[in-house]
């Protein structure tokens, strides 16, 4: 009895969980739309939604939720009553809150008692006014979130009550996204008519099982016979005797194979509507990324948001999830200009940020994140590629496709947000895996508009079934233009295939995926490939068709695998791998340039490390001889100077602050000498200040790291981007 009262209880908690999500996501919502002005009767829609919480967690015996979501009652209620709207402070107010009952409703951190002090002031003071701050700190409450021992209603401790001896903790963190603990089980709500649909076509098979072993019986029959037949006096006559029967049969499983084909899909479309949620389950969090974002830079920005109530496959959703807070992030820190600025550009001060989703035809969705902001300066681009040492876009169009290249940003400055290059091509590779495309359309002074064309559903997987070096392989048949006869021809020492008047690089699948040597074959076709704007020609040993298959995602850590995207499950039960069409294309040109004598660095790299603080200098340099580089290091920027100009060094990290010399003087005086003019250099400091930011620019610096909002491990990719790796 005790263990299944347990797993009562666990999964009565899980339930919980996951509508207290609901409730919680409800009220960030709310309380952003009061922030922006809205009248008494949000309000009151939040009073409901923080009562209907209450109760929950009354029910599952988390008296810590209960408590708090008493206090915030209290605050709402007393504004109801009084029919008014909360000023800035409370509603910042409760949204600690309801931060707090977010970290709380799955098991983590402790009752926040200074902020239950602040709503008890508040929901007993002169309501819309700030609450008065507490004179001086007490002590931290450690009681945590309960686990549901009282779920049976034992527990003692009223509805509404609040600590009393007033205790209080540190102060609440920043409001965050509500999210699901990773302890919460994969839930959809659904309607009872789907759930019965769903049934009925359960249904629908139960009956194909029970014909399947009527065939099963009749094909055992027969084998009898045949075993017979071959024993009897006259074979060939007992055989003969037997067709009828096997046409029989052969005819019967025809017809059920349809009857199957019509049940599968039938169930098969039916889950795939019962996946189905409003995109405004992720949209309602974008105003919040975009809120909180641009009020610790000091912007003003308005978000709007349309097409929420789009119903998208929730794999969809989780997959776009990520690339979509990118967007907003990169349109608030890198579109939206200060007010000042806005408004000396004859704009409003508060910039617009717009997401909106609409059907396309064919089951498809076009969602657009655009910005009113500065838009993207084709020369901030230029200068971005020359910091990473990336060969110069010839045009705008080449500039914006850069943009979706990992490792590039037009952010001089590397911060938590961003500058680490890596926003868009997360976005490109997340939308291109669930087979759609990006499209970045942007004006100089005007803003930016991305557009992501995505399926609202994932359909059953068909790819082109092909072979390579004695193995076969899919690739995704959305990808493939199609197949044409492999008749290379050589244009400067190149072989390309020529295809509707264009020359497309071209090159052995085999070669592309490093595949051991086999015997070498007549190359017999060449599949033209596509992907973001890029054409290929893949020469592949034989062509097998378009094929039909289930295709089995990769679990961590094999979830991204150079050149691989899935494993495709074939009717016969044979597993064969779906190729990533976009990486097969950087494969092409890679090979090529490797044959055409790319140079290899015959050591590797020397790393210059300049810091005045002993733990640095050994932190940073144990971090980079780890990875592979050769590191001497610097006290000083003087003594940094004289290394430089007795030693060969492919990179500089410098501090900024330091004695005789600092890292501003050191970057200008390398950027004056002629023989180190080009040398990379990434300074890392404590200086946030914008006059800091942009000193190091004009002196010249590859990249600007700020300490505070920087990890360690960061500093690779920095300098990977660079174009400094190990041999």
Known sequence: MPRRDAELKARLLATFQIEADEHLVALRRHLLALADGGGPDLVEVAFRDMHTLKGAARSVGLRDVERVCACCESVLSALSRTGTAPGAPVVALLEDAVAAVGTLVHGEGKVPGELLERLQAAASGPIGTPPAAASAPAADITTTASPPADIAGNGSSSADAVPSNGAAASASSPAAAPRISPRAPETIRMETGELDTLLQRGEDLLAIKLVADEWVAGAEALDDALRKARSSDDPAAALRALEGPARELVNGLRRDRRAIAGAVDGVLDQARRVRMMPASTVFDLLPLIARDLAHSQGKQVTFEA???????????????????????????????????????????????????????????????????????????????????????PASDEEALALLFRSGLSTSFVITDVSGHGLGLAIVKEQVERLGGSVELDSRPRAGTTIRLIIPATIATFRGLLVGAAGQ???????????????????????????????????????????????????????????????????????????????????EPPLNRIRNVAAAGLLGGGELVLVLRTPDLITGIGERRAASEGAEVPAEPPWVLVVDDAVTTRAMERGLLELA?????????????????????????????????????????RIRADVGLQDLPVVLVSALEAREDKERGIEVGANAYVVKSSFEQSNLLEIINRLGVRPA
């Open 628 to 668: 592979g580089y050769q590191v001497k290091v610097a006290v000083d920027g003087m003594d940094a100077w004289t290394a430089l100009k007795s030693d060969h060094f492919d990179l500089v990290v410098s501090d900024v602050d330091m004695p005789r010399m600092n890292g501003f003087e050191l970057t200008q």
């Open 306 to 392: 349309a097409g929420g109530e789009a119903l998208v496959d929730r794999r969809v959703l989780e997959a776009i999830k990520d690339p979509l807070m990118h967007m907003v992030r990169n349109a608030v820190d890198h579109g939206i200009e200060l007010p000042h600025e806005r408004e000396a550009a004859g704009k409003p001060p508060h910039g617009r940020i717009t997401a909106t989703l609409k059907p396309l035809e064919r089951g498809r969705l076009e969602l657009t994140v655009a910005d009113d902001g500065r838009g993207i300066d084709p020369e901030r681009v230029q200068a971005a590629a020359k910091r990473a040492r990336i060969a110069a």
């Open 472 to 554: 076969r392989f899919l690739l995704p048949l959305d990808t493939v233009e199609r197949v044409v006869p492999a008749e290379p021809v050589t244009v400067g020492g190149r072989e390309m295939i020529e295809h509707e008047g264009e020359l497309l690089p071209s090159g052995l699948l085999s070669d592309v995926l490093r595949l051991p040597a086999v015997q070498a074959t007549e190359r017999r076709a060449a599949a033209i490939v596509t992907a973001a704007g890029e054409r290929a020609a893949l020469l592949v040993d034989e062509v097998l068709g378009d094929r039909e298959v289930l295709v089995k995602d990769f």
